[in-house]
């Protein structure tokens, strides 16, 4: 019976929902302006943090075919 009673616990707490604190979204513009050199060094970043790791992948891919097939 107290199985029972901790799996209705624990099905029962996401239909209760969750308390989360308000964001702190502001319509206003940023104080400090990001410069556009920021912005492209920021999404060169971000770009390659993304599909350096695949290319990787997709590069040696023939030579982990081999190396899985011995």
């Known amino acids: 019976m107290l199985r029972l009673?901790?799996?209705s616990r624990l099905l029962s707490a996401p239909r209760s929902g969750w308390v989360?604190?308000?964001a702190h979204v502001s319509a206003k513009p940023a104080r400090t302006p990001t410069s556009p050199?920021?912005?492209a060094i920021g999404l060169s970043v971000m770009?390659?943090?993304f599909l350096m790791p695949a290319?990787?992948?997709l590069h040696h891919l023939e030579s982990y075919?081999?190396?899985s097939a011995a």
Request: without cysteine; positive net charge.
């Open 37 to 39: 050199t920021e912005q």
């Open 20 to 22: 989360l604190p308000k």
């Open 5 to 7: 009673a901790s799996a």
């Open 55 to 57: 290319g990787w992948v």
């Open 47 to 49: 770009f390659l943090s």
């Open 65 to 67: 075919k081999r190396s």
